[in-house]
């Protein structure tokens, strides 16, 4: 490629990005970048491309992408665009509210005593505190966001230092503010960034106070961002906001002692192994588990402290292979009870258990060790929390590509339960919500102190099933046996396709619509669901559900993060006898592993 090659356009406006851009790393990269493709490199001139496609997106899930200069990536021109929107929206909205009334007016305030305005409150600016983990730009956008919403008026509490995400959803509560940002990207590559917008106080009504955004907030605000922005006329100010006492964090803590049940009088003493991933839970999780009365958990060194770079994982996710290994080494040499982990900002909870059958004489850092499945884990803190949650009439939710597991023990428990659209925007919105979970290891066990998921109260509450347990002389796998021999087995599991180009997404999507499977995995399929079309009490979402004559199910969609399609797999079998477990349990994971086949063939996979 040569230098006649590169669209003028594209230049002019990387070069005007470079003069205003305030972060002089992301300036440096671009202005060479420049450089290069002005030489004729091909990859250059792709890199700047991509940069340059467009805006960041807002939506739902707020900002998430690499870091790096240009409108496509995440960086203090963005951010600080982004925040100006927001503080423009919070305004607006307050500013339309009559005396008494919430900006969501919609919302049903019988579900939440606090739901109406608190009085005096109306005349006070917004208030919005802003949270930020370890990841390499996230004081700096946090900083830039507070500047923001210092010069537009808002009245803006940031955080005092690095914390996880749960207590960024707990201060928007706990400080009755009306909106909050998280900067983090949770568990995505390190290279990535976000903002994570809550909204509460005077913005929304009853469950939703404190949750994430949903729409169609998300499109208000996105309408008030200015993506053309000059920054330099972007107010920031010197100071001006608050700096959250640090007693924060230990006002988290004392609030998160409170999940577990003071009737339950079995011991605390359990040999844990905790690994924060080089993430922001190591700065409140071992305080809180000595504060609830357990023994300190021995932390992974390698891993204690937060590091942006993660450099003992290929992917900071504790799903991802490899990424528990050093954890289950340590759990081996110390004769560990448990294995507990947090992905880097803390919202989401792994937990691994001893199992002589596991990895029988392949050796390796899995071997004598179990990772348990979200389902797993979610079925389990639920049945624990049900007790509890029947005389309080409390209910129990889970995502739509969850497993129906959780649905028939709370059935046979007379707790009710709703089934939301994934996400826990959704989950959190619940109205009574008690408990709630997804299969990608989010446990919502306390919504009255966090209105999203928590993997740090969630970790506390399996500790003390797991204690509780252990007083019987039965483990967390004990558990499982029960509730398969009186539910069946359940074996569940993920398929996903990544793709290069995202219009391959509805690509499949309408291959599916149009050539649906009539058989999975040798199995008839008995009902087809397009969930765009809504699903008993659900709002439409661009899903697919498919459920065989066995009572197996598949649940199809794109990601809402990541450029992949996502295949949902459960499949169940009846058992009799607790002789039967072992073998029931492969022929459930060998159909599992048909099913995956079946419906990859039906989407082209080779």
Known sequence: MTAVDIDPALIAA?????????????????????????????????????????????????????????????????????????????????????????????ADPAVDATASTPAGHESRPPRVVVGYDARRGSKTFALDSAAVFAAAGLETILLPSELPTPVLAFAVRHLDADAGVMVTASHNPPADNGYKVYLGGRMTDGAGRGAQITAPSDQDIAGCIDHDAPVDSIPLAADGWTVADRGIAASY?????????????????????????????????????????????????????????FPTVAFPNPEEPGAMDLALAAARDRGADLVIANDPDADRLALAVPDPAAGAGAGGAAAGWRMLSGDEVGVLLGSH??????????????????????????????????????????????????????????????????????????????????AELADQGRTLLDALDE???????????????????????????????????????????IETVDLTQGYRDLPGTDALMYTTADDSRVVVRPSGTEPKLKCYLEVVRPVQAATQLPRVRAEASTALAELSASIGAALGQP
């Open 483 to 525: 509730i398969a021999l009186h539910f069946g087995v359940v074996a569940t599991g993920q398929l996903s396709v990544r793709v290069a180009d995202l219009a391959l997404l509805d690509a499949m999507m309408t291959r599916l619509r149009l050539e649906p499977p009539v058989t999975l995995a040798g199995q008839d399929v």
């Open 253 to 309: 803590r004392l609030a998160a002692c409170r999940v577990l049940d003071p009737e339950r009088t079995g011991h605390r003493r359990l040999n844990v192994v905790y690994t924060p991933l080089h993430g922001v839970g190591g700065a409140v999780l071992p305080d809180l588990f000595e504060d609830a009365g357990f023994e300190r958990p021995y932390t992974v060194p390698e891993q204690a402290e937060p590091d942006a770079a």
């Open 385 to 466: 929390l049900m007790a509890g949650l029947r005389p309080a009439g409390a209910v129990v939710g889970n995502s739509v590509v969850s497993s129906r597991l959780l649905a028939r023990v709370a059935a046979e428990r007379d707790v009710p339960h709703e089934t939301t659209l994934t996400g826990f925007k959704w989950i959190a919105r619940v109205p009574g919500l008690g408990f709630g979970y997804e299969e990608a290891l989010g446990y919502c066990v306390a919504p009255e102190m966090v209105r999203d998921k928590d993997g740090m109260t969630a970790a506390l509450v399996a500790a003390e099933l797991a």
């Open 14 to 106: 990387a070069v005007e990005w470079a003069r205003q851009d305030p972060d002089d790393g992301d300036r440096a990269v671009l202005e060479a970048e420049i450089a290069a493709a002005q030489a004729g490199d091909g990859a250059a001139v792709a890199s700047l491309a991509s940069r340059f496609a467009g805006p960041l997106e807002f939506g739902t899930a707020g900002l998430r992408a690499e870091e790096g200069p240009g409108p496509g990536r995440m960086n203090r021109v963005v951010v600080r665009r982004t925040a100006a929107g927001l503080a423009t929206y919070l305004l607006q909205c307050l500013a339309a509210m009559a005396p008494g009334q919430s900006a969501d007016a919609s």
